[in-house]
């Protein structure tokens, strides 16, 4: 191989356009010191904004690796490189990655949706496809959900943005719907009232709002009544449950049957 006629080939070049590749060189170190300024202030403005410190860093690495292709292709076009045929290559790549990974990149854009608009936080007990769980950690394409078996729920960020979620903690209060039955002879309103003081004594109940005993259906064998205390998301559970075992006990000692199937043996 002629090294010496490389060597004179890209000397002639140099001196032709010396001009040129000085300024392609002062593009690429201006270019590039300004990028990185460029950056740090946009994730500033992001960490202003409240924008998740995941997603300010991934928005700020993916804006200067783009700055700095840009300021590449400047810089080879001043030293008279043609930035056509290149820039087609480019954009062949990226539209072939993309397809490739059409799937990560939906979990990308739901994840930057979840973390700028925040329809829950770390912390919040929420129900979205067909999971329920405290969310224990958001990432840029998954979000991690501790369900109440206390097993680890990994749900996709593409399909949790663009699905229903319900965040039971956003209002500080969760509604407890129970529904107690009595039979047909029992008195309503000391029905009503034995349920009533069950919630009231139970310290986790909440007073505000205030729980409601109402007949709620007039079923085949027994009178419903819909038993609806107030709790925090922390204490929903331990409400449930104690209400409906206290509201068992306190029926039983007023003396107020809740019916069930009985089975009558006939002897002939």
Do not use: C
């Amino acid at each position: 191989m002629d090294y010496q006629k490389y060597l004179d080939l890209t000397t002639n070049f140099i001196d032709r356009n010396a001009t040129n590749v000085i300024g392609a060189i002062l593009i690429l170190i201006i270019g590039f010191w300004l990028s990185k300024k460029i950056v740090k202030i946009t994730q500033k403005l992001m960490a202003k904004r409240g924008f998740d410190e995941t997603l300010q860093k991934f928005l700020g690495d993916l804006f200067g690796w783009g700055l700095k292709v840009l300021i590449f292709i400047t810089a080879i076009s001043q030293v008279g490189i043609e930035t056509t045929s290149f820039i087609a290559i480019l954009g062949a790549a990226g539209l072939a990655v993309g397809l490739a990974l059409q799937g990560a990149l939906a979990n990308f854009a739901g994840g930057a949706l979840i973390m700028i608009f925040k329809p829950f936080k770390v912390g919040d007990l929420i129900e979205a496809q067909g999971e329920i769980g405290v969310v224990k950690e958001i990432q840029i394409f998954v979000t991690k959900l501790i369900s109440p078996g206390n097993k680890l729920v990994i749900v996709p960020n593409g399909i949790l943005s663009n699905g229903n979620i319900k965040n039971y903690t956003e209002e500080g209060k969760l509604r407890v719907d129970l529904t107690f039955g009595v039979g047909y002879s029992e008195d309503i309103k000391k029905t009503k009232e034995v349920l009533m003081n069950v919630m009231l004594k139970n310290s986790k109940v909440l007073k505000d709002p205030a729980p409601t005993v109402n007949v709620s259906e007039l079923a085949d064998s027994s009178v419903n009544f819909a038993v609806r205390p107030w709790a925090t998301p922390a204490d929903y559970w331990d409400v449930y449950f104690s209400v409906i075992e206290e509201g068992k006990y306190a029926l039983d000692k007023a003396g107020i049957e809740i019916p069930y199937p009985h089975q009558v043996n006939v002897t002939k």
